[in-house]
C-alpha cells in the first residue's frame, strides 16, 4: 500500500515547523513516531498535502523531573524510552505501568507519548494515563505558548482542539503533593490490538488519606473517558473496600463501552470495575485487600 | 551499458516532489531519487533488491518487515524510505558475514527456529537487538521481546529455544 503523494518537509527548528504548519493552512500533518499516521496514510484514511516531519528537531527526546518532581516528557521521548525509564519505575507507578503494554515493542521503539496524545484515539493508552495523572501539553504556535489540560485536549475520536499551526512540544505530568500510587491495566486480545478496557489510575496520599485521585478510561467511548465521579469517591479518606468499591461502581457507570468483537458492553463495564478494583487494592497502604 | 539498447523509466512530472536519499545499508552507502511517499521496506526491496526484509500483513501488525534502524528494530513498512536519509539500516542481508552466519542465524539454524521463513528475517533482527541490551534473557523475557513479531508456524517454541541458544552463544563469543 502506497499513500498518497504529500509534500515533505524536514525541518531543523521549531519555529521553522510552526511556519510550516501555518503555510499548510489545514493541509499539513505533523509527523512524529508515525506508527499510527503511516498506517493511515497507507490506507488512505488521511492524506494531507504536506507531512511535517519533526524528527529532526534538536532537543525534544527528553525525559526529565523538575526539581520539585514535575515530570516533562519531550515530543520525541519514545515509548520505549518511558518503558526503560528507571525513574518512571522509582517515581511513577501509573506511567511504568503503561508504557510495556502499550501497542508491541517495535512499535514502542519509534512512537511517542506526545503523539499518542495527538492522535486523540480512544483506544489511545496515553490519553488515559495523563487524564488520570491531571496532565497537560504545551503547544507552541505561531503566537507563543500555551498549556492545554489532556482531559480538555481530546473534542472526540482523532480530533483534538490543537490549532492547524501549533506543534505539542512537550507533556507534563504535574508534581505530586502526596505518594503517587496507582497503575495502569489493559485487557487485548493479542500483544498490539487495539485495547479491549484499559484502566489508567492515579493517586496520591498523605498521612494515609487520599488526596487527589484520577481514574482514565481507555476504549470504552467514543474518546478519552475522565472517571471524575469514579476517583471522587476515594478523596479525604484512605483506601477502604468501600471506597474501593464504589470507585469501581462509579467508573464502570462512567464507561460508554459498544458491543463489539471485542466484547460485549456488559462483559466491557465489568473488566472496568474489576480493573479499579485490582489497580487499588495493589496500592502499597490500601486497606482494600483486608475485606 | 552490456547492450545496444537499456530500457529507461519515464521521466517523473516535473511536479512530482522527488528527493535524493544516502541510506547506508548493510555498511554500505547506498543513494537513491525518491518520492516521499516511498515506504522504506519498498525501497530495500524494489528499490535496493533486498528482498530479504518481507512484507506482510502492511498495517503495522506482524512485524515481518522489522530492520534495524541505527541499531534499533523499527517495522520498515511504517517508516518512510526518505526518513532513513543519513541513517544505518541492517536488513538480514547483512547479518552473516563474508563466510559465516551471525550466531543468532546459526541457532535459528540449529534449533529448527523456522518452518516456512517469512517471519525469520524479522524475528533475527528484533533477536539480535534484544540481546545485545538483555545478553542473558530469561525465556519470559525473550517472549517479550518478541511480542510484536508474529509467526503463523511454528507456535514460537523453537523461535525462543532459537533466541536463547543464541544468547548461550554470543555469551561465548564474548568471554571468549
Known amino acids: ?97 503503561a508504557a510495556p503494554l502499550v501497542a508491541d515493542p517495535i512499535v514502542r521503539n519509534r512512537g511517542t507519548l506526545v503523539g499518542s496524545l495527538c492522535h486523540a484515539d480512544p483506544q489511545g493508552d496515553w490519553a488515559s494515563v495523563m487524564i488520570a495523572l491531571g ?104 483506601l477502604t473496600a468501600d471506597t474501593i468499591a464504589r470507585a469501581s461502581e462509579l467508573a464502570a457507570q462512567a464507561a460508554q463501552p459498544r458491543s463489539d468483537h471485542r466484547g460485549s458492553a456488559t462483559y466491557k463495564r465489568h473488566i472496568v470495575s474489576t480493573f479499579v478494583t485490582r489497580i487499588l487494592t495493589s496500592v502499597p497502604d490500601s486497606k482494600g485487600k483486608a475485606a | 551499458m552490456s547492450s545496444l539498447f537499456a530500457e529507461v523509466p519515464p521521466e517523473p512530472a516535473s511536479d512530482v516532489p522527488v528527493r535524493r536519499v544516502t541510506i547506508n545499508v548493510n555498511g554500505e552507502a547506498r543513494t537513491a531519487v525518491i518520492e516521499p511517499r516511498l515506504l522504506l521496506a519498498h525501497l530495500l526491496r524494489q528499490g535496493f533488491g533486498l528482498t530479504g526484509t518481507h512484507t506482510g500483513c502492511d498495517t503495522t ?21 526518505v526518513q532513513a536519509d543519513g541513517h544505518n539500516i541492517l536488513t538480514v542481508e547483512g547479518l552473516a558475514g563474508a563466510s559465516e552466519l551471525h550466531p543468532v542465524q546459526e541457532a535459528f539454524k540449529d534449533e529448527h527456529g523456522l518452518q516456512c521463513g517469512f517471519c525469520t528475517p524479522g524475528m533475527m533482527l528484533t533477536a539480535k537487538a534484544f540481546l545485545e541490551t538483555n545478553p542473558d534473557p530469561t525465556e519470559d523475557e525473550v517472549r517479550w521481546a518478541l511480542s510484536g513479531n508474529l509467526c503463523r508456524c511454528t507456535g514460537y517454541q523453537n523461535i525462543v529455544k532459537s533466541v536463547l541458544a543464541a544468547a548461550e552463544k554470543l555469551r561465548g563469543q564474548a568471554g571468549n
Open chain 1, 1 to 97: 500500500m502506497y499513500p498518497s503523494r504529500f509534500r515533505y518537509e524536514a525541518p531543523r527548528s521549531v519555529e521553522e515547523a510552526i511556519a510550516l504548519l501555518h503555510q499548510g493552512g489545514g493541509e499539513a500533518k505533523v509527523l512524529a513516531g508515525g506508527q499510527s499516521l503511516v498506517p493511515m496514510l497507507k490506507l488512505r484514511f488521511a492524506s494531507p498535502e504536506m507531512l511535517v516531519d519533526i524528527n529532526n528537531l534538536p532537543g525534544l527526546d527528553y525525559l526529565r523531573v523538575d526539581a520539585d518532581g514535575t515530570i516533562r516528557i519531550g515530543a520525541l521521548c519514545r515509548h520505549a524510552d518511558l518503558e526503560k525509564s528507571t525513574l518512571l519505575a522509582a517515581h511513577q507507578p501509573t506511567m511504568a505501568a
Open chain 2, 61 to 81: 501488525n506482524c512485524g515481518v518487515c522489522t530492520v534495524l534502524f541505527d541499531g534499533t528494530p523499527i517495522k520498515s513498512c511504517t517508516m518512510l524510505a
Open chain 1, 135 to 238: 496532565g497537560h501539553i504545551v503547544a507552541q504556535g505561531p503566537k507563543g505558548r500555551r498549556k492545554i489540560a489532556v482531559a480538555d485536549l481530546m473534542k472526540g475520536p482523532f480530533q483534538t482542539v490543537l490549532a492547524y499551526d501549533e506543534l505539542a512540544i512537550e507533556a507534563v505530568v504535574p508534581a505530586p503533593k502526596g505518594v503517587a500510587g496507582g497503575g495502569y491495566l489493559k485487557l487485548e486480545r493479542r500483544v498490539g490490538d487495539f485495547a479491549t478496557v484499559g484502566v489508567a489510575i492515579a493517586i496520591e496520599t498523605s498521612a494515609g488519606s487520599v488526596i487527589r485521585a484520577g481514574i482514565g478510561l481507555t476504549g470504552v467511548g467514543g474518546s478519552t473517558i475522565n472517571a471524575v465521579d469514579a476517583a471522587g469517591a476515594l478523596l479525604g479518606g484512605p
